[in-house]
């Protein structure tokens, strides 16, 4: 069973950056491709970007594609999402998530979730 911490989030201003964090532990870090979604007041759990258990391959939704980065740290357990360019619309609960096969867009295909972490964009 893996547990993932998210950490990172708060109130930002328009056009500020933030670093989310999510640490594993309870498994095998480098078998787990990792997905970062996200939660809006009344909205569904949106794909936000996705890397696969080496790193290697990324991917991201069209709407933070240039502003954000998802990276891992596998010594650390750790995966990343760095948000530049923060706009008031990614104002969310960002969660983190694992799963045991390649990395998807898909919610569903995940088996491991935070407990999320709020960031708030001003205007």
């Known amino acids: 069973q893996v547990q993932l911490v998210e950490s990172g989030g708060g109130l930002v201003q328009a056009g500020g950056s933030l670093r989310l964090s999510c640490a594993a532990s309870?498994?095998?870090?480098?078998?787990?491709?990792m997905g970062w979604f996200r939660q809006g007041p009344g909205k569904e759990r949106d794909f936000v970007a996705c890397?696969?258990?080496?790193?290697?391959?990324?991917d991201y939704t069209d709407f933070v594609k240039a502003r954000f980065t998802i990276s891992r740290d596998n010594a650390k357990n750790t995966v990343y999402l760095q948000m530049n360019g923060l706009k008031p619309e990614d104002t969310a609960v960002y969660y983190c998530?694992?799963?045991?096969?390649?990395?998807?867009?898909?919610?569903?295909?995940?088996?491991?979730w935070g407990q999320g972490t709020q960031v708030t964009v001003s205007s």
């Open positions: 890397i696969s258990w080496s790193g290697g391959f990324t």
């Open positions: 309870g498994g095998t870090f480098s078998n787990y491709a």
């Open positions: 998530a694992a799963r045991s096969g390649p990395p998807s867009q898909r919610a569903r295909d995940y088996g491991y």
